[in-house]
DNA sequence: GTGAAAGCGCTAACAA
DNA sequence: TTGTTAGCGCTTTCAC
């Protein structure tokens, strides 16, 4: 049996002839911030409102008012169990502030961000926050300031997470700073022989974990050859693929850097699979949520992952300034069993 | 310095102009279903588009339309870290079929459900696909099924996945007998002595696989006795705490069954912390990627996450029956090393 | 194949 | 405090 029965759903005229107001002055009830409505025909309205079933017809109430509340994230390239620190961080800022939060997820290619940029625009919402990796050669980074530019010409509001190096505002980590760190880090605890495990070869964020990485190195006086760095796509399987291609060179590694959280698991993983793990220490980088329990627990470098979401949500409140702002925030080293102290 | 500068952003009547043609032809062209374009205007119009940066309205076109295209996902609980194997198979699917989708996540509590959908249908979408957990004793259901009956009335067309038993097209999984394999299987490992560690006291999802699983031990002529289920919150920390207090009665447990992984998880972090993690086995429920590389690799109740959501999307293209449609989708048991073999 | 015009549901002056 | 009246940007008959 196949039912039809539709009728359409209650409108804000529906609610008001049932108050016996006018619209305005429901519209006016029902939204709460004029508040020159009497008491009764509030009430009168929001119980009309109530035995109708009515929910405000966002769409109209955002062509009407030009734009549409709430802030929506596009989100470039998340991972297959949809884990996604910022998206966790953004949308929790968005609960605190009681802020409607749309998520747009766009693909992992170059073009993908700007279709979806293009798609969250045609949402018309106050404020869209852009995160996702870059590469250094992105070829659509034109048509990305573009269309994102065409966004604020028309009266919203863009916060980059990440997106470094973009003319609008813009919340950074201390990517290469972080992997300095980190090669402090590992020099003190006495290694000296290391690698780096690291993805997408033009992509911004490993580039520079790994830069600030070797460049500590090279203030302790210690060089990594350019065959140890190793580079693949920017996930665990990848990294579980390259380490696996490392070891079998029989390099005389200690330590082994990977350039996100993610990657180390499969480093870590590889490691175990073959009983390499008490000869290889490991770190990573993000201290993700989902690796707490793994086993060894892993040393990284902790991000502040909500404080970023907090930051970027307080700017699309402030006026925009030319240039635009631009807030890096950083993490720091968190030693724990996965690198232990080396005693010779 | 403060920008501010703001034009508006570009409209179907500018297309249009600047394409030399009628706004009602620039539509059909942008659109392309209405195949009645001369190619020399379907071509102009979307030069047009492109040179002003046009991205279509979504909502004035949802308000003429009556309904925005798209599927959106309300998800109750969403853990912190964002990971949910649902709405990431909600996802993909959507993806697969080139649908917008949209996220609205609700809160824990009983009364945020009804809240969230609410706010859905005030964005009219064509779809609306509701997850997340239920208590058997929630009080707010009748409000549920009023929002959701408006919204069907309203033309809208409801999926749930897993909120068994409500008059609405659902998706379910076979929670009670993935309890009760499981416990076969550990019995057929050589378990004999159990505990179960369960989540929220009302929810129906964990309290149907505790009792499968009660029910399968018994049909092996073993009991459990009511001390040795333990119920909590429904997450790791809970499963945590609540592994101490099982083992502190220094009852002798052979396996312990999680409701689900993330709650195996907590329980194998507490009997690595307290180096008892070969003396007791452990197996959970639903398999979830994020748990593939922890040590021991844990034996569970493998759900197919990507064909729930598959099933339900199919789901929203048929007409509506009464009474309404309910697919059980089964998982199985996968024996990993957890739950060794046992040796007397 | 194309355009004019009506209308989608709401908000925001403006008047009363 | 309330109602009237224009829109908001788009789609969609209905003529031509």
Do not use: C
């Not at 863009?158 to 609008?168: A, H, K, M, T």
């Not at 807030?327 to 690198?339: A, D, P, W």
Request: glycine fraction near 8%.
């Amino acid at each position: 049996m196949t039912d039809s029965a539709t009728t359409r759903a209650a409108r804000l005229a529906d609610v008001a002839r049932l108050a016996g107001v006018s619209a305005a002055t429901a519209s006016r009830a029902l939204n709460g911030n004029d508040r020159g409505v009497r008491e009764a025909n509030r009430a009168r309205v929001l119980e009309a409102a109530k035995t109708l079933g009515y929910t405000t017809n966002l769409a109209a109430q955002a062509v009407a008012r030009g734009r549409s509340r709430g802030v929506m994230l596009v989100a470039k390239g998340m991972p297959d169990d949809f884990a996604n620190p910022i998206t966790a961080g953004v949308l929790k800022a968005t609960q605190r502030r009681s802020l409607p939060f749309t998520l747009v997820s766009a693909g992992t290619e170059q073009s993908d961000l700007v279709e979806a940029v293009n798609l969250a625009r045609s949402h018309r919402p106050e404020t869209l926050v852009i995160t996702g990796g870059r590469a250094a050669d992105d070829t659509t980074i034109p048509a990305l300031i573009e269309a994102l530019r065409h966004y604020e010409d028309e009266g919203g509001r863009v916060v980059l997470i990440s997106q470094e190096g973009l003319p609008f505002d813009t919340v950074t980590y201390a990517n290469r700073q972080g992997g300095y760190d980190m090669a402090t880090a590992l020099v003190d605890l006495g290694y000296r022989e290391f690698a780096v495990i690291s993805g997408m070869k033009h992509g911004m964020t490993q580039r520079d974990r790994t830069e600030g990485f070797v460049a500590g190195l090279a203030d302790a006086d210690i060089e990594v050859s350019a065959d140890r760095i190793l580079v693949g796509e920017f996930n665990r399987d990848a990294a579980y693929a390259m380490t696996g291609e490392l070891l079998r060179r029989n390099v005389n590694v200690e330590a082994i850097f990977a350039v996100n959280d993610a990657m180390a698991l499969g480093v870590l993983t590889f490691l175990r699979d073959t009983g390499d793990s008490r000869r290889v220490a490991v770190a990573g980088f993000d201290d993700i949520k989902a690796l707490r329990d793994i086993t060894p627990s892993l040393t990284t470098v902790h991000m502040p992952w909500e404080q970023i979401a907090e930051e970027a949500l307080a700017m699309t409140v402030l006026p925009r300034t030319t240039p635009p702002r631009t807030t890096v925030v950083k993490g720091h080293v968190i030693v724990r069993e996965s690198t232990p102290r080396v005693t010779r």
